[in-house]
T-cell receptor, first 115, second 117 residues
Framework: KNQVEQSPQSLIILEGKNCTLQ??????????LRWYKQDTGRGPVSLTI?????NTKSNGRYTATLDADTKQSSLHITASQLSDSASYIC??????????????FGRGTQLTVWP | DAGVIQSPRHEVTEMGQEVTLRCKPI?????LFWYRQTMMRGLELLIY????????DSGMPEDRFSAKMPNASFSTLKIQPSEPRDSAVYFC???????????????FGDGTRLSIL
């Protein structure tokens, strides 16, 4: 069964500290992996998209890594800010022509940054 | 540039009533997606359109749910009759053209929070 598992479920860190969120998946075949940030009461916003051949991608203080062999991804946040408090969702895509081109969603990691 | 616009932002209605959610995608985007988000199940893809044509509706939970896209700038998601278990936040998203599953990000609206009493 295709699945996406995120850990931890929730995380509290102090402002200025770094943190790493994990995403493990079993989706196959694989097309790409996306990380989204979702603020409370808002829609998700895309942070990074990585294909099979990419193993690192950055977006400001956010750096995503992908190990397609072990089917693991991580999102590293550097020098956290209060505005980083949000839910971070990992989404894995299967290509068109298989499983009807579905998207597989993790349940998200709820990050809280304290001053 | 305007993002994806959804209306209404909040909807409260009684069980059995018809509910219509509306979405205006970003101009020029070829793909439109409808999602549902609940605490129990997280984000779920319900249906998506390419060039106004429904491509995959296998995520639509029941026949009570229907979606249309009469033109490139407007889509609706309808629930008739509504039930309390339909209570959720419904998101619409759009993305530029290109192969499905490619490198284009999806742009989400801020959702409609639906409560069925």
């Amino acid at each position: 069964k295709n699945q996406v598992e995120q850990s931890p479920q929730s995380l509290i860190i102090l402002e200025g500290k770094n943190c790493t969120l994990q995403c493990n998946y079993t989706v196959s075949p694989f097309s790409n992996l996306r990380w989204y940030k979702q603020d409370t009461g808002r829609g998700p916003v895309s942070l990074t998209i990585m294909t099979f051949s990419e193993n690192t991608k950055s977006n400001g203080r956010y750096t995503a890594t992908l190990d397609a062999d072990t089917k693991q991804s991580s999102l590293h946040i550097t020098a956290s800010q209060l505005s980083d408090s949000a839910s971070y969702i990992c989404v894995v895509s299967s290509p068109r022509g298989s499983t009807l081109g579905r998207l597989y969603f993790g349940r998200g990691t709820q990050l809280t940054v304290w001053p | 540039d305007a993002g994806v616009i959804q209306s209404p932002r909040h909807e409260v209605t009684e069980m059995g009533q018809e509910v219509t959610l509306r979405c205006k995608p970003i101009s020029g985007h070829d793909y439109l997606f409808w999602y549902r988000q609940t605490m129990m199940r997280g984000l779920e893809l319900l249906i998506y359109f390419n060039n106004n044509v429904p491509i995959d509706d296998s995520g639509m939970p029941e026949d009570r749910f229907s979606a249309k896209m009469p033109n490139a700038s407007f889509s609706t998601l309808k629930i008739q009759p509504s039930e309390p278990r339909d209570s959720a936040v419904y998101f619409c998203a759009s993305s530029p053209g290109g192969e499905w599953g490619g490198n284009q990000p999806q742009h989400f609206g801020d959702g409609t929070r639906l409560s069925i009493l």
